[in-house]
T-cell receptor, first 113, second 113 residues
Framework: LAKTTQPISMDSYEGQEVNITCSHN???????ITWYQQFPSQGPRFIIQ???TKVTNEVASLFIPADRKSSTLSLPRVSLSDTAVYYC??????????????FGKGTKLSVIP | DGGITQSPKYLFRKEGQNVTLSCEQN?????MYWYRQDPGQGLRLIYY???????QKGDIAEGYSVSREKKESFPLTVTSAQKNPTAFYLC????????????FGPGTRLTVT
C-alpha cells in the first residue's frame, strides 16, 4: 500500500523556483500522482497530475523519475500569493474495482518578499 | 455555474448526537469523496463512491456513514460512535478516481462539545 512523505515546510524568496518532493514507496506503473494547493479554510485546488517522466502546464511542472519512488512539484518564480500548503496524492488501484487514495501530510510553503 | 457545494460552513453539535453534512455537485461526476482534515494531518479519506448506490470505505470510516441515492448528492453522517468528530470535513468529486482531478467543496467545520 502506498505511503507518501513530504517535507513539513519550506521557505522561498519571491521570484525563485521552488521544488517540493513527495516520496511514495511501492506504487504501481499506472498509479497517478496529483498535486493540490490549499489556502486556509478552503478546499484544495488541483495543480498538476502525471504518472511518468515530466508534465508541464501553465502554472507548474511535475517530474517523476524512472524508479517512481518520488515526484517533484516545481513552481517557477513564486510570488507571495503562492504561500499555501501543497499536497501530493497517490491514487493506487487496489483490485476488485477499489482504489486507495493517499494524501501526503502537506508542505507549508512560505514565500518571503 | 458548475461546482460542488457543502453546507453548512460551520456546524455545532452536542456530544452524542448524529449530524449529517451535505455535499452536492452539478459537474456530472461519477465519483465523490469525503475527507477529514485535522491540523497538521493532511487529508484522510473517510468514504468514496464511484457510482450511485455504491460506496467504499476509506482509511477512517469507523463512526461515519454515507449514502449515494443520487449522482449529485453524497451526504455524510457523523454518528455518536465517532470518538473525536470535531474537524474540517471536505467533500470532492471527479470523473473517476484514477486519472481525473478532484474538485473540492469549501468544507464544513464541525465542532462537537
Amino acid at each position: 500500500l502506498a505511503k507518501t512523505t513530504q517535507p513539513i515546510s519550506m521557505d522561498s524568496y519571491e521570484g525563485q523556483e521552488v521544488n517540493i518532493t513527495c516520496s511514495h514507496n511501492n506504487i504501481a506503473t499506472n498509479d497517478y500522482i496529483t498535486w493540490y494547493q490549499q489556502f486556509p479554510s478552503q478546499g484544495p485546488r488541483f495543480i498538476i497530475q502525471g504518472y511518468k517522466t515530466k508534465v508541464t502546464n501553465e502554472v507548474a511542472s511535475l517530474f517523476i523519475p524512472a524508479d517512481r519512488k518520488s515526484s517533484t512539484l516545481s513552481l517557477p518564480r513564486v510570488s507571495l500569493s503562492d504561500t499555501a500548503v501543497y499536497y501530493c496524492l497517490v491514487v493506487a488501484y487496489s483490485g476488485a474495482g477499489s482504489y486507495q487514495l493517499t494524501f501526503g501530510k502537506g508542505t507549508k510553503l512560505s514565500v518571503i518578499p | 455555474d458548475g461546482g460542488i457545494t457543502q453546507s453548512p460552513k460551520y456546524l455545532f453539535r452536542k456530544e452524542g448526537q448524529n449530524v449529517t453534512l451535505s455535499c452536492e455537485q452539478n459537474l456530472n461526476h461519477d465519483a465523490m469523496y469525503w475527507y477529514r482534515q485535522d491540523p497538521g494531518q493532511g487529508l484522510r479519506l473517510i468514504y468514496y463512491s464511484q457510482i450511485v448506490n455504491d460506496f467504499q470505505k476509506g482509511d477512517i470510516a469507523e463512526g461515519y456513514s454515507v449514502s449515494r441515492e443520487k449522482k449529485e448528492s453524497f451526504p455524510l453522517t457523523v454518528t455518536s460512535a465517532q470518538k473525536n468528530p470535531t474537524a474540517f470535513y471536505l467533500c470532492a468529486s471527479s470523473l473517476s478516481p484514477q486519472t481525473y482531478e478532484q474538485y473540492f467543496g469549501p468544507g464544513t467545520r464541525l465542532t462537537v462539545t
